[in-house]
């Protein structure tokens, strides 16, 4: 079965270092939702001359930055895997992702000072209690 790498900005190499432990067949996963909120703003305001939204520009960025993360993220796991680049509601994604996953792995992204309920963000909380598979809570370095 797969295991699941949610590569996030910040904590990405933690949680590839863990994973390679924990598998054979992996799934590098990133997801991004800023250009969702771009094309609506756009869209409420000045929706009248949609070659003008920035939400495109910010798509494509986002695109790019996917692909370096998850080129990134596959040289420093240094074996075969998949890729997979989401856009979306970034919580909504990565449990989707994993619906079948025998194991995801993710990294503690709240205020990682001490232990407790505040070390994990909204969406890493979010996906803690929603996932449906195994979940490996990386603390980040």
Same mark, same amino acid.
């Given at each position: 079965?797969? +295991? +699941? +790498?949610?590569?996030?900005?910040?904590?990405?190499?933690?949680? +590839?270092?863990?994973?390679?432990?924990?598998? !054979?067949?992996?799934?590098?996963?990133?997801?991004?939702?800023?250009?969702?909120?771009?094309?609506?703003?756009?869209? *409420?305001?000045?929706?009248?001359?949609?070659?003008?939204?920035? *939400?495109?520009?910010?798509?494509?960025?986002?695109?790019?930055?996917?692909?370096?993360?998850?080129?990134?993220?596959?040289?420093?796991?240094?074996?075969? #895997?998949?890729? !997979?680049? /989401? $856009?979306? /509601?970034?919580?909504?994604?990565? $449990?989707?992702?994993?619906?079948?996953?025998?194991?995801?792995?993710?990294?503690?992204?709240?205020?990682?000072?001490?232990?407790?309920?505040?070390?994990?963000?909204?969406?890493? /909380?979010?996906?803690?209690?929603?996932?449906? #598979?195994?979940?490996?809570?990386?603390?980040?370095?």
């Amino acid at each position: 079965m797969t +295991v +699941v +790498v949610w590569i996030a900005d910040d904590t990405w190499q933690d949680c +590839v270092d863990a994973a390679r432990a924990h598998g !054979e067949d992996f799934l590098l996963l990133h997801v991004s939702d800023v250009a969702g909120a771009a094309h609506g703003a756009f869209a *409420g305001l000045f929706g009248r001359h949609p070659s003008l939204d920035p *939400g495109t520009r910010l798509d494509h960025l986002a695109a790019d930055h996917a692909t370096h993360l998850l080129d990134a993220a596959a040289e420093r796991l240094g074996r075969p #895997c998949a890729r !997979e680049a /989401r $856009v979306g /509601r970034v919580e909504h994604e990565v $449990v989707a992702a994993a619906r079948d996953a025998s194991l995801l792995v993710l990294c503690r992204d709240g205020d990682v000072s001490h232990a407790g309920p505040r070390s994990l963000g909204p969406a890493t /909380r979010f996906v803690v209690d929603h996932a449906t #598979c195994p979940v490996l809570l990386v603390w980040p370095s």
